[in-house]
């Protein structure tokens, strides 16, 4: 599991989603945008380590990050989640689904999806 660093965060809000070196890291790409005070989060954060091999995982507790309010409230109107913990899961580069918190045998399902859906 890997922070977003500031590049990352700056163009992933300039361009209205995540860089292509995120998105394309694997072929199964997590990306959780949460704040570290969540119970869910908590709760993802003590079983994704079990999934480091199957899929390559990106956090950003944004309310410990300086620009706070700019990324809440980029979360909440470009991607439309206003929500935590936020999940978006990519499939070789494509957004597969984005939800909230999700349990452990749910989220290892998820990594069997290649094509988009909703939940």
């Not at 977003?4 to 965060?9: A, P, R, T």
């Not at 995120?22 to 989060?41: F, H, M, S, Y």
Request: with cysteine.
């Amino acid at each position: 599991m890997r922070t977003l660093n500031q590049e990352e965060i700056d163009q992933t809000i300039s361009e209205g989603e995540l860089p292509p070196n995120i998105r394309n890291a694997g072929e199964k790409v997590a990306v959780i945008l949460t704040q570290d005070w969540c119970p869910q989060w908590q709760d993802m954060r003590g079983y994704l380590p079990e999934f480091t091999g199957q899929v390559k995982i990106f956090t950003l507790e944004y309310n410990k990050h300086p620009q706070f309010q700019k990324i809440m409230n980029f979360k909440e109107t470009t991607f439309g989640n206003y929500e935590v913990p936020y999940l978006r899961y990519y499939h070789k580069g494509e957004l597969i689904t984005q939800t909230n918190w999700i349990p452990k045998g749910t989220f290892a399902a998820l990594l069997k999806r290649e094509k988009p859906f909703s939940l």
